[in-house]
């Protein structure tokens, strides 16, 4: 089971501080996770500036011109923000059962850690 999921509050842990122009201490959604390639792509962390060759569309209108996006970043680098403390904390997974129109399973189920002071 994944630790990240789509849509999960993440912090930057690693990295230049923001005060150096880096991202480190930023939170944001993760917005889509590259899991090939060990990479996820958090709202509002990673800018780039992408060049895109000008072109035009079917109703004649130019598109193309400077834009900028986020860029992935290792998952090694973020760590999931507990909703009550708003820290980085670590995701854990426990085996709970629930029962649904009176049949039994056995359901993994993630929850945050306690949040240290470290992350």
């Known amino acids: 089971m994944a630790k990240l999921k789509k849509g999960d509050l993440v912090q930057v842990i690693t990295g230049r501080t923001q005060a ?3 991202d480190r201490g930023k939170q944001g959604k993760v917005l889509e996770i590259l899991s090939g390639q060990n990479r996820v792509i958090v709202e509002g962390v990673n800018y780039v500036t992408k060049h895109t060759r000008v072109g035009q569309t079917q ?7 400077i834009e900028t996006i986020e860029a992935p970043i290792h998952i090694s680098n973020v760590a999931v923000v507990d909703p009550s403390t708003k820290k980085p904390t ?8 629930q029962t649904k129109d009176g049949v039994k399973r056995t359901v993994r189920v993630r929850y945050a850690k306690k949040s240290g002071k470290d992350l």
């Open 20 to 22: 150096k122009g880096g």
């Open 59 to 65: 109703r004649g209108t130019k598109t193309g011109g």
């Open 90 to 97: 670590k995701v854990g997974h426990r085996v709970e059962e």
